[in-house]
C-alpha cells in the first residue's frame, strides 16, 4: 500500500517537472498527442466527451 503512494507520489513530482519544463510546449502535446492517445484508447474513461 505504501509502495504505491510512494510510486504515485514519484510519478507526480515527475509529471508536474515535465510539464513545469515543458509549459510552452503543453498546448502542443495536448492537441496532437492527449487527443490521439484518448481517442485511439480502448478505455471508455479516456475518450474525451464530445
Keep these: 500500500m ?3 503512494a510512494e510510486q504515485i507520489e514519484q510519478a507526480t513530482q515527475i509529471f508536474e517537472e515535465v510539464t513545469n519544463i515543458s509549459n510552452e510546449w503543453r498546448p502542443y502535446l495536448i492537441v496532437h498527442v492527449g487527443i490521439p492517445i484518448a481517442w485511439l484508447s480502448p478505455s471508455p474513461r ?3 466527451p464530445s
Design 2 to 4: 505504501f509502495h504505491i
Design 46 to 48: 479516456l475518450k474525451v
